[in-house]
């Protein structure tokens, strides 16, 4: 059985920082793109960074560019994501997702992501 289990969320003032955990698990398809992705209260969920795993290519959402890290957790599917410079409009609940494949450029279509977490809080106040 697949399973996707994220860690870390929590709370943290602005301009601090948090560090995401992802592990995926069961999973017996090749190399995974594993992404993140954020929903919060009344928005549609953002993809907001993925890497395929084994690639050093990792894409990001404009509004993560340049504050957050997605990096690879070896050995086997796990993914981190760094969070820093967090701003209140981060606030939101974070999942974790893994897709067998990306394509058409499209890299946060949750349309190609079969499996997801339960997701994790994550709150930064002022």
């Known amino acids: 059985q697949v399973q996707v289990a994220e860690s870390g969320g929590g709370s943290v003032q602005v301009g601090g920082s948090l560090r995401l955990s992802c592990a995926l698990s069961?999973?017996?398809?090749?190399?995974?793109?594993m992404g993140w992705f954020r929903q919060a209260p009344g928005k549609e969920r953002e993809g907001i960074a993925t890497?395929?795993?084994?690639?050093?290519?990792?894409y990001y959402a404009d509004s993560v560019k340049g504050r957050f890290t997605i990096s690879q957790d070896s050995p086997g599917n796990k993914v981190s994501l760094q969070m820093n410079s967090l701003k209140p409009e981060d606030t939101a609940m974070y999942y974790c997702?893994?897709?067998?494949?990306?394509?058409?450029?499209?890299?946060?279509?949750?349309?190609?992501?079969?499996?997801w977490g339960q997701g994790t809080q994550v709150t930064v106040s002022s």
């Open positions: 997702a893994a897709a067998p494949f990306v394509y058409g450029g499209n890299w946060f279509s949750t349309e190609h992501y079969n499996y």
């Open positions: 069961g999973y017996g398809f090749g190399r995974p793109w």
């Open positions: 890497v395929n795993i084994g690639s050093d290519v990792p």
